[in-house]
C-alpha cells in the first residue's frame, strides 16, 4: 500500500510536471513574438510635446502592424530626432529633413503639432486617426531623404540639380507608400473601412499630382539660384 501510493504519487508528480512543462510549452508558442519597439533610436526634441511623441507612437505601431516592409524601411534611417519649429506653419512648410550633424542621426523638423495638420477635410476612421495617413506619408517623405543622403544616391553640393534629385526620389518613394496604404485591409466595420478608402484614395491622388507638378523643380531652381551662378 505504501509503495502503491508512493507510485501513484509519483505517477501524479510526473503527470503534474509533464502538466506544467505542457503548460510552459503551450504559453511560450502562444506567446506573440517580442514586437520591436517603434520608438527605439529615436529621440525627440525639446520642442516635441509628450502628445507629439504619442502620435509618432501610435503612428509607428499603426505601420509595424499593417505595413510591415515600410515600418522596416522608416527603421533603416535610424537613428532619428524629431523636432517641431512652429514657425514653418507661417512658411507654408509642413516639414523638413536633415542629414546627419547630430550623432549621426537624420533630424526631421515638423511645422504644425502632429495629428492637428488641417491639409484638408477627412472622415474619421476608428482605431486610426485620419491625419496618420498624411503624417505616415510625409515620414516615408522625409525618411527617403535621409536614407538617400546616408546611402550616397544624392550627392553634395546643394545646388537645383540634387535638389530636383532628392525631390524626385522622396515623391517617388512617397507614392509607391501611399499606393502600399491602398492595399491594406483595415481590420473594421464597413463603414470605417470606405472610409479609409476615401482617405487613401485622396492621397494617393495628391501625391501623384505633387510628383508631376512642375512647381518644386520650380522652387529647387529657386532656393539655389546663387549657388547655380557660375
Ligand atoms: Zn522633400
Known amino acids: 500500500m505504501e509503495n502503491k501510493r508512493g507510485v501513484r504519487a509519483i505517477i ?13 510549452a503551450f504559453a511560450i508558442r502562444a506567446t506573440p513574438l517580442e514586437k520591436p519597439d517603434v520608438l527605439a533610436d529615436i529621440s525627440f526634441a525639446g520642442t516635441f510635446s509628450t502628445t507629439d ?6 503612428s509607428l505601431e499603426w505601420l509595424r502592424d499593417y505595413l510591415p516592409e ?5 527603421a533603416t534611417a535610424k537613428p532619428l530626432i524629431f523636432a517641431r519649429d512652429e514657425d514653418l506653419q507661417t512658411r507654408g512648410i509642413v516639414s523638413y529633413a536633415e542629414c546627419c550633424y547630430t550623432r549621426g542621426a537624420g533630424a526631421i523638423t515638423f511645422g504644425a503639432p502632429l495629428g492637428k495638420w488641417n491639409l484638408y477635410e ?5 482605431g486610426m486617426q485620419t491625419q496618420q ?71 494617393l491622388e495628391i501625391v501623384s499630382e505633387n510628383l508631376d507638378d512642375p512647381a518644386w523643380k520650380i522652387a529647387c531652381i529657386l532656393i539655389y539660384i546663387d549657388e547655380d551662378m557660375p
Request: charged share 15%; proline share 4%.
Open 70 to 74: 515600410w515600418s522596416a524601411y522608416v
Open 12 to 24: 501524479t508528480l510526473l503527470l503534474g510536471a509533464l502538466a506544467v512543462c505542457g503548460t510552459v
Open 53 to 58: 511623441t504619442r502620435y509618432v507612437q501610435i
Open 133 to 203: 495617413v498624411q503624417f505616415l506619408s510625409v515620414l516615408v517623405h522625409e525618411v527617403t531623404h535621409i536614407r538617400d543622403v546616408r546611402a550616397g544616391r544624392i550627392s553634395q553640393p546643394a545646388n537645383s540639380r540634387n535638389c530636383v534629385a532628392a525631390e524626385q526620389s522622396a515623391r517617388t518613394q512617397e507614392l509607391e507608400f501611399v499606393r502600399a496604404l491602398t492595399r491594406v485591409p483595415i481590420a473594421s466595420n464597413a463603414g470605417a473601412r470606405a472610409n479609409y478608402r476615401d482617405i487613401v484614395d485622396q492621397q
Open 122 to 126: 477627412m472622415p474619421a476612421i476608428p
